[in-house]
C-alpha cells in the first residue's frame, strides 16, 4: 500500500525560504517518477518539479532558479528546497509518485505572506 507523506509547510515572509520533505512507503521507491504539484486557492493543481528515477530532473518556469528537487532513494524521500518565495507560491504542495499509475499525498500548506 503505497503512502506518501509530506511535511515542512507553514507560514513564510516573502523572500524567504522552505525545504518541503516527502516519505514514502509501502514501494519500489527508486523505480518511480517523484514530482511536486501545487494547488494555489482557487485554482488547478500545477506541476512544480519532478526527477525521474534516473535523476533528470524539469522545473515549472515559474520555480526554475529557485527552488529545487532532490531525491534519497536510499531512505524513500524527495525533497523541495524553496528559496526567494513569492506570494504567488502561496499553495497546498502535494508530492507524486509515478510509475504505472499516480500516487498522491495529502497535501502540505505554504503560506507566503507579510
Known amino acids: 500500500q503505497v503512502q506518501l507523506v509530506e511535511s515542512g509547510g507553514g507560514l513564510v515572509q516573502p523572500g524567504g525560504s522552505l525545504k518541503l520533505s516527502c516519505a514514502a512507503s509501502g514501494m519500489a521507491f527508486s523505480i518511480y517518477q517523484m514530482g511536486w504539484y501545487r494547488q494555489p486557492p482557487g485554482k488547478q493543481r500545477e506541476l512544480v518539479a519532478f526527477?525521474?528515477?534516473?535523476?533528470?530532473?524539469h522545473y515549472a518556469d515559474s520555480v526554475k532558479d529557485r527552488f529545487t528537487i532532490s531525491r534519497d532513494n536510499a531512505e524513500k524521500k524527495v525533497y523541495l528546497q524553496m528559496n526567494r518565495l513569492k506570494p504567488e507560491d502561496t499553495a497546498v504542495y502535494y508530492c507524486?509518485?509515478?510509475?504505472?499509475?499516480?500516487?498522491w499525498g495529502q497535501g502540505t500548506q505554504v503560506t507566503v505572506s507579510s
Open positions: 507524486n509518485a509515478l510509475r504505472t499509475r499516480d500516487y
Open positions: 526527477i525521474t528515477s534516473g535523476g533528470t530532473i
